[in-house]
């Protein structure tokens, strides 16, 4: 039986380029993963969600505004509601200061469009609700919540929630805490209210 022995004209890897290979990969992953930054990603994405959340919310209450004769907007002028998994006394008054003169209002599980945590009843357009359920905060927390606060007088309303990226957050390249023509450069604010004061 005769063996077969590699002749010296064969290439292969030796373990030192194997290794010098495998350290280039990983210094490479590295710097990749340093870069992309993903619990940033992760950020910004839940930004994402909570700005287009805001946009459909804006525009159900809008046309809800629109097409019902007598539209509730809310039981009274002086609360705020809120979506958390957090209890009413963690939120503090005013959905932790968001609003001076509200009194909040947690719905922890109230989630459909005729009796949610916004207390608008979408049932009642003549085209049918434009949401299945209100949207709620990615994380849904005491710090990361949807608020929503009502003028029932002048049937304007207010919607507000903290970002959490750098992006979005005021200062940010995306910043949409300061420029969106509310009072606090610390959340986002959306709606109706003159100024978005509440």
């Known amino acids: 039986m005769q063996q077969s022995h590699r002749s010296s004209g064969e290439k292969g890897f030796t373990l030192i380029e194997l290794l010098v290979v495998i350290a280039i990969v990983a210094i490479l992953a ?17 930004d994402s969600t909570r700005i287009s959340d805001f946009s459909s919310i804006k525009s159900a209450l ?11 907007l809310a039981s009274s002028s002086s609360n705020c509601h809120a979506h958390t998994s957090s209890t009413t006394t963690a939120l503090g008054s005013g959905c932790s200061g968001r609003y001076t003169t509200a009194t909040t209002v947690v719905t922890s599980s109230a989630r459909g469009v005729s009796n949610g945590w916004i207390p608008a009843n979408l049932g009642s357009i003549s085209s049918g609700a434009p949401l299945s359920v209100w949207p709620i905060d990615p994380i849904n927390n005491a710090t990361y919540f949807y608020s929503y606060a009502a003028d029932t007088t002048n049937q304007t309303f207010e919607l507000d929630a903290k970002m959490e990226s750098t992006r979005y957050a005021g200062g940010g390249s995306n ?9 606090s450069s610390t959340l986002y604010e959306v709606g109706t209210a003159p100024g978005l004061s509440f």
Request: glycine fraction near 6%; hydrophobic fraction near 45%; charge should be negative.
């Open 62 to 72: 809008s046309l809800y505004l629109a097409d019902v004769a007598s539209p509730a």
């Open 175 to 183: 910043d949409v805490e300061t420029t969106d023509g509310g009072s």
């Open 30 to 46: 590295t710097v990749l993963v340093i870069t992309l930054n993903p619990a940033q990603l992760l950020r910004q994405a839940r």
